[in-house]
C-alpha cells in the first residue's frame, strides 16, 4: 500500500536554531514529491517539488532534497513568520496527491 | 482575485440535511479534485475530474458525490450529512499530470 510518513509530528525551535523535517514514502511509480506549506484555517500553499533522487530545490531558509526513500525539508535559521504545517506529498502514478499527516513547526522568537 | 474560490467558506448543518460545496477556478486547468481535511488524518482524496467528462473515486467517496458543471466548476454534495462529515474541505486543480496541485481557501463544514 502506497503510503507517505511525515515526522516529527510537531517541532518547536528558538529563532535561528537549523533543523529538518522528514518525509518518507513507499510508492510505485513516484511521478513527483511535493512539499506545501499550511497555515491554520488556509490551504496549503505549493513550496517545492521534486522529481529525482538526487535533487535539491531552495527557496529562501527551505531547502528540499529527495533520496529514493525519503525527502527532507531543511529550515536554517527559522524565524518566528516559519511557524506552520509543513505537508509533503507523493503523485501516486499521475493521477492524485497522497499527503503525509504533516509537521507542525512552531518558531519562537 | 483569487484563482481557486470556494463558496460557502462556513458552514453549519444538521444531520440528514443535502449540502453542496463548491469550487470555481480561473487557472485555465482541467483536473480538479475534492480534499477533506481532519485533524491528525490529513488530507484525504474525495473525488477527481480529468475533465469535464471524466469523474473518478478517491480514497473516501462513500457519502459524497461531485458535478463537473464546465471546466472552470466542480461541486460537491453530501446527499444526506451526518455528524462524522464534519470536516475542513480543499478544492484543488492541476494543469496536468504529477505536477503541483493548487488549493482554494477551503469550507469549513460542521455537521451537527
Request: proline letters at 4%; glycine letters at 8%; a neutral charge.
Amino acid at each position: 500500500e502506497d503510503q507517505v510518513t511525515q515526522s516529527p509530528e510537531a517541532l518547536r525551535l528558538q529563532e535561528g536554531e537549523s533543523s529538518s523535517l522528514n518525509c518518507s514514502y513507499t510508492v510505485s511509480g513516484l511521478r513527483g514529491l511535493f512539499w506545501y506549506r499550511q497555515d491554520p484555517g488556509k490551504g496549503p500553499e505549493f513550496l517545492f517539488t521534486l522529481y529525482s533522487a538526487g535533487e535539491e530545490k531552495e527557496k529562501e531558509r527551505l531547502k528540499a532534497t529527495l533520496t529514493k526513500k525519503e525527502s527532507f525539508l531543511h529550515i536554517t535559521a527559522p524565524k518566528p513568520e516559519d511557524s506552520a504545517t509543513y505537508l509533503c506529498a507523493v503523485n501516486q502514478a499521475g493521477t492524485a496527491l497522497i499527503f503525509g499527516k504533516g509537521t507542525t513547526l512552531s518558531v519562537s522568537s | 482575485d483569487a484563482d481557486v474560490t470556494q463558496t460557502p467558506r462556513n458552514r453549519i448543518t444538521k444531520t440528514g440535511k443535502r449540502i453542496m460545496l463548491e469550487c470555481s477556478q480561473t487557472k485555465g486547468h482541467d483536473r480538479m479534485y475534492w480534499y477533506r481535511q481532519d485533524p491528525g488524518l490529513g488530507l484525504r482524496l474525495i473525488y477527481y475530474s480529468f475533465d469535464v467528462k471524466d469523474i473518478n473515486k478517491g480514497e473516501i467517496s462513500d457519502g459524497y458525490s461531485v458535478s463537473r458543471q464546465a471546466q472552470a466548476k466542480f461541486s460537491l454534495s453530501l446527499e444526506s450529512a451526518i455528524p462524522n462529515q464534519t470536516a475542513l474541505y480543499f478544492c484543488a486543480t492541476s494543469e496536468a499530470a504529477a505536477v503541483k496541485q493548487y488549493f482554494g481557501p477551503g469550507t469549513r463544514l460542521t455537521v451537527l
